[in-house]
């Protein structure tokens, strides 16, 4: 039946997601639970951030299915053990939650503010929740080695319309000499004032730089996805290192930063179109979460050649 399958594999995901996580986890020494990207979360918070995500999902589960959310502790955790535990018990209150759910009670949409779950969609963002994160912190057990002296002397802010006429040369390199950009013929900088001008110092479109030794290295933003209302909870990023800067670690800061300084909004999707091949950009994307949602064949046409765009999406 339609419903026992819908539920097994829902369940199945969410097992295998879990144990992905656990096998981070398991082994993280008290050093790699404070170890973080710069301007990004640590380890420890991440897990925070999943346990108290997922106590979220039981509150769901329980209001659509009729029954008492339990009790569950918050706080970070206090080692990868106490982070396993936690993690084990949150889970357990979930399938508490849909013990002996039906097909009728597995589809029901309830209305929670301005977004819409059902029981089996709950499940399936609870999969793609440690997915994203069995990622983040796999990746900070992978990045222990010391960092470089190039990143360790980064600094990154909001940018200021000051920061334009460095922002548009950026820009402009990857207009001239490459497909990462659709557009055909550079900027001056004043044409660029309106691009500029769409992002905010906070909320959820913004615009942050990479200082390298008083040089703006690169920059990332999240803007308007569709002028549609229904839209506003999904935004678009963009992301241009100079060239000399390309390889150093600059990608992963801004990114790490931007999505730390978006944690509080109301979003819940990013997106990202990527002029394929390129192979760093889709390393890069992956490596914070994002997932290949589709590929839009021969969509764009410069250099006397016709380009793919792979379209990436990551769960906020």
Known sequence: MPFETDLEAALADMRDERERLL??????????LARSRPGGWTARRVLQ????GEGVYVKLLAHLCGRTAPGLPGGEPSDAVDAAQRLESARSAVLAMIDGID?????HIGSFGHDEYSALSVLQNIAAHDRDHAGQIADLRRDARPASPVAAAVSIRPAT?????????????????????????????EERRPWFEQFEAERRHRLLVAVDGGTIAGYAGTHQFRTKKAYDTTVEVTIYCGPEATGRGMGSALYAALFDALSGEDLRLAVAGITLP????????????????GVMHDVGRKSGRY????WYEKLL
């Open 49 to 52: 951030h999943v346990i108290e």
């Open 161 to 189: 319309v000051d920061d334009l006429p460095r922002l548009t040369e950026i820009y402009n390199h990857y207009v001239v000499h490459t497909p990462i950009t659709f557009d055909l013929e550079p900027y001056a900088v």
């Open 278 to 293: 390129n192979d760093a950009s889709v390393a890069l994307h992956e490596r914070f979460g994002f997932r290949c949602a």
């Open 103 to 107: 097909a009728d009670t597995l589809y």
């Open 307 to 310: 380009w793919d765009v792979g």
């Open 23 to 32: 096998a981070a986890v398991r082994p993280l020494s008290a050093g790699a």
